[in-house]
């Protein structure tokens, strides 16, 4: 796409754009267009193709930044100052090139080096984007700055690595090693803000402690200055929050005071004579003991130090993962053993159930499957370290569309490396199959095959994360504390105390506290067989979604320790099943014909290849759990501080878990979610569509 661009598109041009075109959507990014001009020393610089403004100063964009948003924040001084596992939030008004957050991340690496203190504090960096720049442009502009600037080139290759999809919502970037968080929230500047949830019925509520006000100039592009921008930072804000710009234009001056700012003006960058910084003052009764404002707004260390979960599934060991990256200890609790359910299939197909791409910015699975494909390639980093297989093999997968809710002419809408339609000759070649009809197919190339093994090795290897095989029977809690008591496997009776305890035990769920909603229970089985080397030279090269789906895999090490399968031999995977209210775990001849049927009758030329006697195949049932609106289960149960829930993932858990986990972690621990406020409304254990029982 090559449609003008800045980075917040005036109003009265989205109005006009809209007017004549009803198929655009809001939810549609309109990447940057970007033109060039020689700076001030003779070194290209990038701009905006519509307002001709300059993404960053003509004399050095990295000083730039470094002056006024890292300087005018004091941010050295006030990231020194953290306490251990206390996290600091900035927010910034227009990504651009990311050169801001380079020199921030930069800053914050340096201080974690020289301060050992700093090791458990973390970092949330969370910036808008209408515009954003192609990674192809981007990529050109940071490699310029990785010459000039040597000291950000390690963490250009980092962040261009993890760059999202330009599709609409909040993506979040997790660089473990830095205790630094990324969220881009890509869309209209306000409409982002105005998602970032501030739920005041949690212990801890999150708020912003400095903003970086980097739109560009008001005369160019005044939406990013406009009322509804400063409601939402009066909104996000509270006593000791700072803000910094490079702008001392009038009405910036105006908007900052009339949201609760003391502004003051200072000697600006470069050509500029002079800048804003600001400060929401504290109350009278704080400034009168002569306490400082900073201190006061970093005075958030995390009241959370040991967390207890129920269920060591996908995602008990996902919501133990996402704790533990924040410095909680973890005990992770099972009746049997991680792993034992529904989870720990084979291989889980990483794939997302795509939407038209207008609800795009609301849809769980299309912004949990980008991050889930994100954290199994860092995960995966982490398994060669360790000398463990892969937790993600990068696969593919091609969608038939036979039970889909999207086109090929909506799938065009979305950005190829997301999603795409192939050609035929394309589609033949990657699956293997020459008779089908493929010129309907969804191109899925982040897709590919979890190992839950794998997966489960990397997290239970996290030296805060102990697992406990407890049957847990009764959970309590008082005002301080919160309480699991239960067998052990020699049926002893174990009592554990921590400041939260997560309830992830699936279907089970509601038995260990009533205000679970008991979901509907569905019982799915997985088959596969060992093919002979003949079928193998016939059978789907990639994985195939249909009705079902089939996936060709190769098991590792360790992976017979779930399943039986042949280690370094390769099976085919079919699934799954489908059977209301039935919570038989036994594996059924009639389910793997099932599944074979549901195959062969997708995909007509494979039923000379996939055996008709299913007597030497294998499987794994396990009960899915789901909600009447299919939505997870995900927060702080009704009448409680300290007792919390994530289940009801249904078939999705691998895609769906991680993002829900972060954001779980997020509200137990004060910190702004990668989830809008509405769709943590809509995940709530307590939401209204769940008041009333199945029947």
């Known amino acids: 796409m090559s449609n003008p661009a800045s980075k917040n598109n005036s109003a009265a041009a989205t109005l006009a754009r809209h007017s004549t075109d009803p198929s655009t959507s809001a939810s549609a990014i309109t990447p940057a267009k970007i033109d060039w001009q020689m700076d001030d020393t003779g070194n290209k610089v990038p701009v905006s193709g519509e307002f001709g403004d300059v993404y960053f100063s003509h004399a050095d964009g990295l000083a730039e930044s470094r002056y006024v948003f890292l300087a005018h924040n004091q941010l050295a001084e006030r990231l020194t100052n953290l306490a251990p596992n206390q996290c600091f939030s900035i927010a910034e008004l227009g990504l651009g090139t990311g050169l801001n957050l380079l020199a921030t991340w930069q800053l914050w690496r340096a201080l974690r080096e020289m301060h050992p203190h700093l090791a458990t504090a973390k970092l949330h960096f969370i910036t808008t984007e209408k515009h954003p720049i192609p990674l192809t442009d981007i990529t050109q502009i940071l490699a310029l700055w990785a010459q000039r600037a040597p000291e950000l080139s390690a963490l250009i ?70 009322e509804n921008i400063f409601a939402q930072i009066q909104r996000l804000s509270r006593s000791g929050t700072t803000a910094a710009t490079y702008s001392c234009a009038g009405i910036v001056k105006r908007a900052l005071k009339d949201c609760g700012f003391e502004i003051k003006k200072v000697k600006g960058f470069g050509r500029k004579r002079e800048m804003l910084t600001a400060i929401v003052p504290m109350p009278t009764d704080l400034a009168d003991d002569n306490s400082n404002a900073h201190d006061h707004a970093n005075n958030r260390a995390a009241d959370s130090t040991h967390t207890v979960i129920i269920g060591a599934g996908v995602s008990g060991l996902l919501t133990a993962w996402s704790l533990a990256n924040r410095g909680i200890k973890v005990t992770l609790t099972d009746k049997s053993a991680p792993l034992a359910g529904a989870s720990g299939n084979p291989r889980a197909l990483l794939a997302p159930k795509m939407t038209p791409i207008h609800h ?165 089985q997985l088959s596969w067989f060992t093919p002979t080397t003949a079928e193998l030279t016939n059978l789907p090269k990639v994985p195939l979604k249909y009705s079902g789906y089939c996936a060709p895999f190769t098991a590792h090490a360790g992976d017979n320790e779930l399943n039986d399968v042949v280690e370094g031999a390769t099976h085919l995977l079919l699934g799954a099943s489908f059977v209301r209210n039935d919570t038989g775990t036994d594996i059924r001849d009639e389910e793997h014909q099932i599944s074979r049927e549901k195959l062969v009758t997708a995909i007509p030329e494979l039923a000379a290849v996939i055996p008709t006697d299913t007597s030497l195949w294998h499987g794994r049932a396990g009960i899915r759990t789901q909600t009447p609106d299919y939505h997870p289960m995900v927060g702080l149960l009704v009448d409680s501080k300290r007792l919390w829930t994530m289940s009801a993932m249904g078939a999705k858990g691998y895609a769906l878990a991680p993002i829900c986990a972060e954001a779980l972690a997020d509200m137990m621990l004060g910190s702004f979610a990668p989830l809008s406020a509405a769709m943590l409304a809509r995940l709530s254990p307590n939401r209204t569509r769940l008041q009333t029982p199945l029947t």
């Open 157 to 226: 290759e980092q962040f261009l690595a993890a760059y999202p999809p330009l599709i609409a919502g909040c993506h979040r970037l997790r660089f473990f090693d830095d205790n630094l968080t990324v969220d881009i929230w890509l869309g209209d500047a306000a409409d982002s803000l105005t998602k970032l949830a501030l739920d005041t019925s949690l212990r801890s509520v999150p708020y912003i402690d400095a903003w970086y006000l980097d739109g560009f100039a008001p005369s160019c592009n005044s939406t990013l200055w406009a």
């Open 360 to 524: 795009v910015d609301e849809h769980l699975h299309s912004i949990g499957y980008l991050y889930s494909s994100r954290l199994y390639q860092t995960l995966n980093d982490k398994a060669t370290q360790q000398q463990l297989a892969p937790v993600l093999e990068p696969t593919g997968a091609l969608d038939l569309l036979i039970k889909a809710n999207i086109g090929t002419e909506q799938i065009a809408d979305y950005p190829d490396e997301m999603a795409t339609t192939l050609s035929l000759p394309q589609a033949q070649s990657i699956s293997g199959l020459t008779a089908q009809d493929l010129t309907e197919n969804l191109y899925l190339p982040q897709s590919g095959l979890v190992n839950p093994h794998a997966l489960k090795d990397i997290i239970l290897s996290h030296p805060l994360i102990q697992f406990q095989q407890i049957d847990v029977y009764d959970i309590s809690e008082t005002a301080q504390t919160a309480t699991i008591k239960g067998n052990d496997q020699a049926n002893n009776t174990v009592s554990l105390d921590a400041d939260n305890v997560v309830i992830c035990a699936a279907f089970e769920s509601h038995k260990l506290d009533r205000r679970i909603f008991d979901c509907r229970k569905i019982r799915g």
